[in-house]
T-cell receptor, first 112, second 113 residues
Framework: ETGVTQTPRHLVMGMTNKKSLKCEQH?????MYWYKQSAKKPLELMFV???????ENNSVPSRFSPECPNSSHLFLHLHTLQPEDSALYLCASSQVSRAEQYFGPGTRLTVT | AQSVTQPDIHITVSEGASLELRCNYS??????LFWYVQSPGQGLQLLLK??????LVQGIKGFEAEFKRSQSSFNLRKPSVHWSDAAEYFC???????????FGAGTRLTVKP
């Protein structure tokens, strides 16, 4: 596998479910990001990890819980979501010393 | 705070015609500027980037962009559009530590046969 991969690609969950999104990067990067992309809204940065340490949390509700066990893997744990959380969730990675980010294909999340 | 404005929500061009997508940014220092493209159901692919030096940068798929500091702009151009270029295009501004990268709202490009 090359680049940034995300699983699952599609997820439908009820508001009481618990699920996790997975991201893996094969680029040797040391920074990873979660973004939310909703219709008709700019891309929203949710979380940033540099060298496995969380450095950014943009006022994201606690029902979203990130985890970064190593520089290659990033998870987003979801619980008791709301319908307005339905969106495309994008993972990205970069080198800490370089600004350009590389994106995965995203997970399309639908909360029913 | 840094921000990006893409004035055009939707643009339609004929195949073979030239294309220019506009991007204006607000940033206190020298910005790092990017253009990304997103096809339906896909993630964002980096088209090109500007950090410093030559203000005309070349990217993949025949795209180029020109940084104009005086106008705070970083417009994307292509001399001849192909049907496969139909997608959403995002301009972004970042900084050296890249934690605060901001994206524009995007411009959707439709290509007419």
């Amino acid at each position: 596998e090359t680049g940034v991969t995300q699983t699952p690609r599609h997820l439908v969950m009820g508001m009481t479910n618990k699920k996790s999104l997975k991201c893996e990067q094969h680029l040797g990067h040391n920074a990873m990001y979660w973004y939310k992309q909703s219709a008709k809204k700019p891309l929203e940065l949710m979380f940033v990890y540099n060298f496995k340490e969380q450095t950014e949390n943009n006022s994201v509700p606690s029902r979203f819980s990130p985890e970064c066990p190593n520089s290659s893997h990033l998870f987003l744990h979801l619980h008791t979501l709301q319908p307005e959380d339905s969106a495309l969730y994008l993972c990205a990675s970069s080198q800490v010393s370089r600004a350009e980010q590389y994106f995965g294909p995203g997970t399309r999340l639908t909360v029913t | 705070a840094q921000s990006v404005t893409q004035p055009d929500i939707h643009i339609t061009v004929s195949e073979g015609a030239s294309l220019e997508l506009r991007c204006n940014y607000s940033y206190g220092a020298t910005p790092y500027l990017f253009w990304y493209v997103q096809s339906p159901g896909q993630g964002l692919q980096l088209l090109l980037k500007y950090f410093s030096g030559d203000t005309l940068v070349q990217g993949i798929k025949g795209f180029e962009a020109e940084f104009k500091r005086s106008q705070s702009s970083f417009n994307l151009r292509k001399p001849s559009v192909h049907w496969s270029d139909a997608a959403e295009y995002f301009c972004a501004v970042g900084s050296y530590n890249n934690n605060d990268m901001r994206f524009g709202a995007g411009t959707r490009l439709t290509v007419k046969p």
